[in-house]
């Protein structure tokens, strides 16, 4: 790939979407892929919160279940950044129909592989805490924790955020890419 695939994971609001963000900005044309949909109220506000931080320059196209499909079919752009893994698990997982997460992936790193432009994905580290009491949340966190496995051997660099500040885990250690 001639232009890098970059995962930057970490837990709840440890600062992954701001440090995506920063990177995708040394590019001049960035789309937003935001994976989130406003089922209630708190999630509303989550979203209202991520838009306003973006650069009214930006591009963002809002798909819940199809990653691949905007991957494949995205145009003029230098720049991708999806955000986030984790909710997009969650739609394949929880949507009306459920997804095969597997096949979905596969197609999204081949969609990914063939992008022309630099790819910024984020995600969510959520094995490391209690494991959930319920067979959906368990699912959940072993489908994501496989997922990020899979992007971060795929990507050129991995960067995990832990209370705002990066920690190279693999690659140039989310030093900017320009475009």
Avoid at 58 to 82: K, S, Y
Wanted: a negative charge; charged letters at 20%; one cysteine or more.
């Amino acid at each position: 790939m001639a232009t890098p695939l970059v995962l930057i994971t970490g837990g709840v609001r440890s600062g992954k979407s701001r440090y995506a963000e920063t990177l995708a900005s040394a590019f001049t044309r960035v789309c937003y892929l935001a994976t989130a949909w406003p089922g209630d109220t708190e999630m509303e506000e989550r979203i209202r919160h991520h838009r306003c931080g973006r650069p009214e320059h930006w591009q963002t196209v809002e798909e819940q279940r199809d990653l691949a499909g905007i991957v494949e079919n995205i145009t003029d752009v230098d720049c991708l950044l999806v955000d986030c893994l984790g909710m997009w698990v969650t739609n394949l997982l929880c949507g009306e129909q459920t997804a095969d997460v597997e096949n979905s992936l596969a197609h999204l790193l081949r969609a990914v592989e063939s992008f022309p432009g630099a790819v910024i994905m984020v995600s969510n580290e959520v094995g490391w805490g209690l494991v959930p009491e319920n067979k959906l949340a368990r699912q959940f966190r072993d489908m994501l924790g496989w997922v990020n496995q899979a992007v971060a051997q795929a990507a050129d660099e991995v960067v995990l955020l832990v209370a705002g500040c990066p920690l190279p885990v693999k690659g140039a250690g989310g030093k900017k890419h320009g475009g």
